[in-house]
């Protein structure tokens, strides 16, 4: 039970959450099979199932949004050769999406599904489309409209592939940026920050959250503009 093999044939070790849902599975088996009385005895109710402790919320603090931010945008002095080219190439739209995340905190499946006539700057609001497919509007900030502005205008000189005319953040192929690009992205740099922390596009939407419940003390509110419906969701986060 402490280890599983995959298809591939490696093999990895059950973390505590891992063999609680095992053995829940075991049990829930057993126990069709005993009350049925197709078996004699259920094995599995004397053993002990493993105590889940609360994960470990990770987020950045002030310093480091701040840090990251600054490597977004200055970033590529430390680097060189072709990595140097590619980072300034595309710093305005990274640093549009890491302002973007930060700054509203829209999930990353929200923030890929942008299209240009998606912001409207006269009310400093997006509009996405949450699960379920609900859509609705996030409001954002002087920070988020500047760096947004700053990437729209080099967006319209930049002629994407058929079909993708309409997405506002673009990849280095001109086609709507995906969800894997964004956490790869995040990963990265954020990797530049803080070696300690595992930072992903989730932990920019904690971050934001975190921020928004300290200065408003208001769960409901935070519930209703990181689009949660229920607000233990936004408890547990």
Known sequence: MKYYTDKSGKTHTNGERGIHRKLAALRSFFSYYHKREMIQNNPTIALDMPRLHEKEIVRLDYDEVAMLLDYVEHGAASLSGMKKVYFEKNKVRNLAIFTLLLGTGI???????????????????????RKGGKEDFVYFGEEVASALSHYIKERENLESKSGHEHALFLSAQKRRICVQSVENLVNDCAGHVTGVKHITPHKLRSTYGTALYRETGDIYLVAEVLGHSDVNTTRKH
Do not use: P, Y
Request: aromatic letters at 4%; hydrophobic letters at 40%.
């Open 107 to 129: 999930r990353v499946s929200e923030c890929v599904g942008l299209d240009i006539e998606d912001v409207d700057f006269r009310n400093n609001r997006i509009k996405i489309l």
